[in-house]
């Protein structure tokens, strides 16, 4: 492909290609029994966002079902600067994926010889651009969440199934987003977001002992937004009760970012608007990303 166009690229396996051309195996046991892990990484102003934290979570979830990426990862840390660079584009949603690769039909994962590698550069728009001013509804999911002792949510592997059906609730009840609920009862997370509730002030959100994904825009919240506010966020267990009867509540994602959360089964949370501390924290999250800061 030219690398003077701007758009969409995939770097498959060592080659640079445009999306139509990115093809993977039938055989591979990412595709058959979503054997695989993967990352979503955004770049803001050409910087790849927290790139450390998204491939130590990655080589986390390499570990936990015994993969071995077929690059190092200094590989991959080239590759996806190159794949950025190749696109073209200065703010992207990079799609990094890790397959077992290509082996035989049967479980097996050890008749995978090679593990696959994909990154796709492309541009994500997650929830539609009033929400974020006017916050946005969300349903309580029937569907608890795996339990961890099944299938870590720690692991950001190739099957989501247990989120899809949860997001299948949401999209039925006419929202973009559901709260998952751990099978004892706890909230865990959403289907593709953390979440956090405040309540006079205070921040709290569920811990990763509830069975949740180690989101990099958690801790970024967690470690840099909220004390830039000279706010504290406990990490702590909570019933769903506790979330309608919050002040605020917000949901963070790489693709979503920071977006407030408006009603939750159709009861209005506080006064059914983005609350104040959620706005100062979505726009000291915009003023961070924007910053010439350097990579993290
Ligand atoms: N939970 C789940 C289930 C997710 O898939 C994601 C990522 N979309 C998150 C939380 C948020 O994690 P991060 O901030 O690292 O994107």
């Not at 987003?177 to 997370?189: D, P, R, Y």
Request: net charge neutral; aromatic share 6%; with cysteine.
């Amino acid at each position: 492909m030219t690398l003077t166009a701007t758009g969409p690229v995939v770097w498959i396996d060592g080659r640079l290609v445009s999306p139509d051309e990115a093809m993977v195996s039938v055989y591979d046991h990412g595709l058959l029994y979503g054997d695989g892990v993967f990352e979503g990484i955004r770049v803001y102003g050409g910087r790849i966002f927290k790139m450390k934290s998204h491939l130590d979570r990655l080589w986390g979830g390499c570990e936990a079902i015994r993969l071995t990426p077929a690059v190092s990862r200094a590989e991959l840390e080239a590759a996806l600067r190159e794949a950025v660079s190749a696109s073209g584009l200065k703010d992207a949603y990079i799609r990094l994926v890790l397959t077992r690769g290509k082996g035989s039909l049967g479980l097996n994962p050890n008749h995978c010889p090679k593990s696959g590698t994909i990154i796709i550069v492309d541009r994500i728009h997650l929830y539609p651009t009033e929400m974020y001013e006017k916050g946005m509804p969300i349903i309580v999911a029937k569907r608890p969440r795996i339990p961890a002792e099944c299938l870590d949510p720690a692991i950001k592997s190739l099957n989501y199934l247990n989120n899809i059906l949860a997001k299948v609730e949401a999209i039925d009840a006419g929202v973009h987003e559901a709260i998952m609920l751990n099978t004892q009862g706890f909230v865990s997370e959403c289907t593709g977001d953390n979440i956090f509730v405040i309540k006079g002030g205070a921040i709290a959100t569920p811990p990763v002992s509830a069975g949740i994904l180690r989101g990099v825009t958690r801790r970024f919240v967690i470690d840099t937004l909220a004390p830039t506010l000279g706010l504290k966020v406990a990490e702590r267990s909570m019933k769903v009760e506790e979330v309608l009867a919050a002040d605020e509540v917000f949901l963070t994602g790489t693709a979503a970012e920071v977006i407030g959360v408006s009603r939750i089964d159709g009861h209005a949370i506080g006064s059914g608007v983005v609350g104040p501390i959620t706005k100062r924290l979505e726009a000291e999250f915009k003023r961070n990303v924007a910053k010439d800061a350097p990579e993290d």
